[in-house]
């Protein structure tokens, strides 16, 4: 168990909906990375924040967004979705910034756009 | 951005045989290389990492050595058992503190270990 709490596990909707993903940090830990995991990409980079604040950007399309809150948890919003953004999507965390320290992955949630 | 190119994309190696995954990355800024493995249904997990102020690290039955003038470093797993199938990942994170948790991770090598 790494600590990290992602919900929901799974994840079924249609295009054009919107959904949210939450993450709960492991215990003091301040940063919180998003990645998609799809079988064709591998896992892409989205979106990192450190203590409230948006700290590196990856490839996250307009149509995604993320926030951090005051307790560190976090959500990732998708919006509009489309057949393609059916993934698997993790959750990770750090105690600093990252560039020099583990990250803890969630299990992920597993989304599919039909 | 830094490149990362992983190699094999597969790998069938029988149970006590050495398995050996590489990693070539572009920036030689580079000084953090950690290796993930992730468990059908899990979440990556680190394994093994090393920093550049050193060339092998060792813990039980997996190594991982860095070449920082080639520019490589590889996941070695001696003596495999069952419980090592999985998919591996090398992970290089970005040099440039602009972009700090950018970690640019390998495509992943899936390892089968037949007993």
């Known amino acids: 168990d790494s600590g990290v709490t992602q919900t929901p596990k799974h994840l079924i909707t249609a295009t054009g909906q919107r959904v949210t993903l939450r993450c709960s940090p492991r215990s003091g830990d301040l940063s919180v990375y998003w990645y998609q995991q799809s079988l064709d990409q591998g896992l892409q980079f989205l979106i990192q924040y450190y203590n409230g604040e948006e700290r590196a950007k990856g490839n996250i399309l307009e149509r995604f967004s993320a926030q951090q809150f005051p307790d560190l948890h976090s959500e990732l919003n998708l919006s509009s979705l489309e057949l393609g953004d059916s993934a698997l999507y993790f959750c990770a965390s750090s105690v600093g910034l990252g560039n020099t320290g583990e990250l803890f992955f969630g299990e992920g949630s597993r989304l599919t756009v039909l | 951005g830094e490149n990362v190119e992983q190699h094999p994309s597969t790998l069938s190696v029988q149970e006590g045989d050495s398995a050996v995954i590489k990693c070539t990355y572009s920036?030689?800024?580079?000084?953090?290389f950690p290796w993930y493995k992730q468990e059908l249904g899990k979440g990556p997990q680190l394994i093994i990492d090393i920093r550049s102020n050193v060339g092998e690290k060792k813990d039980q039955r997996i190594a991982v050595t860095l070449n920082k003038t080639a520019k490589h470093f590889s996941l070695h797993i001696t003596e495999t058992q069952p419980e090592d199938s999985a998919v591996y990942f090398c992970?290089?994170?970005?040099?440039?503190?602009?972009?700090?948790?950018?970690?640019?991770f390998g495509a992943g090598t899936q390892v089968v270990v037949t007993p």
């Open positions: 920036d030689s800024a580079s000084n953090y």
């Open positions: 992970a290089v994170p970005p040099p440039y503190t602009d972009s700090w948790g950018k970690f640019q």
